[in-house]
């Protein structure tokens, strides 16, 4: 069951995580993401809120499960930005991937969000959030209809780490543990 709040939006909340949050280095920040809450406001004024629970890191022009591997090109542009932005793309012609970018400017990095509270899957997540092309590039500092919220810190024993999937063509880099995943008390 989608959780629909109506509130008035309040795009300085003091929950909202500031652009300066997602300037640290995406495998620093993958952890500390997990918990926080994802805010989608719909066009219609409702509000859904979910808490992440699994995510995954692409780090870098080294990393050959990342985008940014094959060089700088329009598709990965949005990844050379500082951190805060996000960055979809579609696959198989009809699922909306959520990315969030991250680390310094020119060091390109993002983590995917795989999973939230109600919906695993990353196709399944830009599908229950009613993702398009439109959010590419969008500020979560600033998203007047996307963005992350503060919430208590997971404890590292609560998080398994294991590695991405899905990504066999990336030689080495498939066994690198950097998918994160926690799983809430219901």
């Known amino acids: 069951m989608k959780r629909h709040i109506n509130v008035e939006l309040n795009s300085e909340s003091s929950l909202r995580l500031p652009a300066k949050f997602f300037q640290q280095e995406a495998l620093a ?5 997990l918990g926080k809450v994802l805010v989608r406001a ?12 699994e995510l ?3 780090y870098g022009e080294e990393d050959l499960a990342c985008h940014a591997s094959k060089g ?23 699922y909306w991937m959520l990315n969030i970018v991250t680390g310094p ?4 990095q993002a983590i995917l969000i795989r999973g939230l ?18 959010f590419n590039g969008e500020d979560l500092s600033k998203s007047q209809r996307l963005w992350l919220e503060d919430a208590p ?10 590695p991405r999937i899905g990504i066999d063509y990336a030689q080495h880099c498939k066994e690198y543990l950097w998918r994160f995943l926690w799983l809430p008390d219901k």
């Open 29 to 33: 920040l993958a952890p500390q993401l």
């Open 42 to 53: 719909f066009s219609d004024g409702k509000i859904l809120r979910q808490k992440v629970t």
């Open 56 to 58: 995954e890191v692409y």
């Open 72 to 94: 700088r090109t329009l598709r990965t542009e949005v990844m050379y930005a500082p951190g805060g932005l996000v960055y979809v793309y579609l696959i198989y012609g009809m």
């Open 105 to 108: 400017k020119e060091h390109p």
């Open 117 to 134: 509270e109600e919906v695993s899957g990353p196709g399944r997540v830009g599908k229950f959030l009613q993702l398009d092309k439109s």
């Open 153 to 162: 810190t997971i404890p590292s024993s609560a998080i398994t780490a294991t």
